[in-house]
C-alpha cells in the first residue's frame, strides 16, 4: 500500500524572483557582471552591490552582489543552472530574493 506523505518541498524556482549572485569581491562582481552581460544580453542591465556583513565596518567583511532581475518570459531551470555556475566559477553562489 501506497502512503501518501505530506512533506514540505520548496518549489523548484519562482520563475519571477530576483536573482543575487553573491560574490566574495567587488573584481569578482566586476568579471561574473560582464560574463553575464556577454552570454545573456536579454538579461538586461545588471546591478552591483556591496553588501557589507551585519556589524562589521572593514571593508575585507563584505561580499558583493550582482543583482539579476528575471527575464520577460521568467527563469528556466537552464538559466538558473547558468547563474550558478558563474557564480561558482568565481566562488560565490546564487540566492533567490
Given at each position: ?27 569578482a562582481a ?44 521568467g ?23
Amino acid at each position: 500500500m501506497t502512503e501518501d506523505l505530506d512533506i514540505d518541498q520548496p518549489d523548484a524556482f519562482d520563475p519571477n524572483a530576483r536573482q543575487f549572485l553573491v560574490l566574495p569581491d567587488r573584481d569578482a562582481a566586476e568579471d561574473a557582471t560582464e560574463e553575464l552581460s556577454a552570454n545573456h544580453p536579454d538579461l538586461g542591465e545588471l546591478e552591483i552591490v556591496r553588501d557589507a556583513l551585519a556589524g562589521e565596518d572593514d571593508a575585507e567583511d563584505a561580499q558583493w552582489l550582482v543583482v539579476v532581475e528575471p527575464p520577460e518570459d521568467g527563469w528556466t531551470s537552464g538559466l538558473l543552472r547558468a547563474l550558478d555556475a558563474i557564480a561558482a566559477e568565481h566562488e560565490g553562489w546564487r540566492e533567490e530574493g
